[in-house]
């Protein structure tokens, strides 16, 4: 078994089903946080991606969900279960007998979280698709790169933005509705559905005018000339935001810009030109000489890192934002608690046998 937690989660048990993507996210968060979590997966599957890190902190019981004396097992691991997460298409778990109507019936107080793409219901909800496919209709693709053509921005904004997180703030609010109450229920996370509430402040821009359909036009889009990236002379790119007047103005005397950017910026029809002047400017000098005149000021800008240079970055080693663990460098259990102190978990190299899981449950 894993070692034991001290999260603000530490007693909680979840039954996971593996998966893909969002729905070992969403476990990793409950499993970082302290909860007992086991993973049920079918014997010998080979993970489509690998998960050394996303199956972190809780062991695997491999058990075939078609077998009913080892399907029986896995209702009686789950009636000792506080919560549920499975990410299959809808009607998947209640073809093998493990949905929410049974497994509720046997423990009343279990919260079932059910990851999906599409949600449990609506005309798309049984047929296939991806993080591209679920923020395309949200709004948010159309959104994101530039004014040609939109950019998938990875599988962030979906999968774990919309999807994973959601999921996790659901199953936690319906963890105290069970706690106080003693009846759990399905919490429906579909990552359209996260993916749209994700895109609130957009549309809070939109409502008010502010907010162009066109790709790179508006503020927080690429289309400011004071919040996007800048190539320099060394190749590398830096990334500034100095959005409000007083970090312009530093900004703007850093690199030599003339004081009628002040006037220029506040009219979007000469954001193109003045990201042009600034580009001529940022292009004179490397990335290095740059940071070091500005990284340290108010004037927002920072370097632009890959993954491997992030984690060597002074800030992120001094806030331990990267931790060591099974000889990976990886992401750090967040957010912070004072009291409760997370812990990223080595993920166990054996597979429990699922007759052990059960009765370390039932005992």
Not at 44 to 51: G, M, Q, S, W, Y
Not at 121 to 148: E, Q
Not at 334 to 343: D, L, N, Y
Request: with cysteine.
């Amino acid at each position: 078994m894993t070692k034991p937690a001290t999260g603000p989660l530490a007693g909680l048990r979840v039954v996971e089903f593996v998966g893909l993507g969002p729905a070992p996210f969403a476990a990793m968060q409950f499993a970082d946080m302290g909860a007992d979590v086991i993973r049920i997966a079918r014997p010998e599957a080979t993970p489509k991606i690998p998960d050394p890190i996303s199956g972190r902190g809780r062991p695997t019981v491999e058990a075939d969900l078609k077998d009913p004396v080892q399907a029986e097992m896995v209702r009686t691991l789950c009636d000792s279960a506080d919560a549920l997460i499975e990410g299959f298409r809808p009607a998947v778990m209640e073809r093998l007998g493990l949905g929410p109507d049974v497994l509720l019936e046997r423990n009343p107080r279990l919260v079932y979280g059910r990851m999906t793409g599409w949600g449990q219901t609506g005309p798309l909800a049984t047929h296939a698709g991806h993080d591209i496919n679920y923020i395309a209709i949200s709004g948010a693709l159309a959104a994101i790169g530039p004014a040609g053509h939109p950019v998938p921005p990875l599988n962030l904004v979906g999968d774990f933005g919309g999807g994973a997180m959601f999921l996790v703030s659901g199953m936690l609010a319906a963890l105290l509705s069970a706690q106080r109450t003693g009846t759990g229920q399905v919490v429906d996370a579909a990552i359209c559905d996260g993916t749209v509430q994700l895109m609130t402040m957009a549309y809070d821009l939109a409502s008010a005018g502010q907010w162009q359909p066109q790709r790179a036009a508006n503020l927080l889009d690429g289309g400011a000339p004071y919040y996007c990236t800048y190539e320099c002379a060394d190749g590398r790119h830096i990334a500034i935001g100095p959005i409000e007047p007083q970090f312009f103005e530093l900004f703007r005397q850093a690199i030599g810009l003339d004081d009628t950017a002040h006037a220029l910026r506040a009219d979007r029809r000469n954001w193109p030109a003045l990201k042009d002047e600034i580009a001529a400017l940022i292009i004179r000098r490397p990335s290095s000489e740059w940071l070091a005149l500005l990284e340290h000021s108010d004037a927002c800008v920072s370097p632009v890192l890959d993954l491997h240079e992030a984690a060597q970055h002074p800030h992120l080693i001094a806030r331990k934002s990267f931790v060591q663990l099974n000889g990976l460098t990886q992401p750090a259990p967040t957010p912070r608690f004072s009291g409760t102190p997370t812990e990223a978990r080595a993920r166990p190299r054996e597979v429990l046998p699922l007759a052990e899981a059960v009765r370390a449950w039932s005992g």
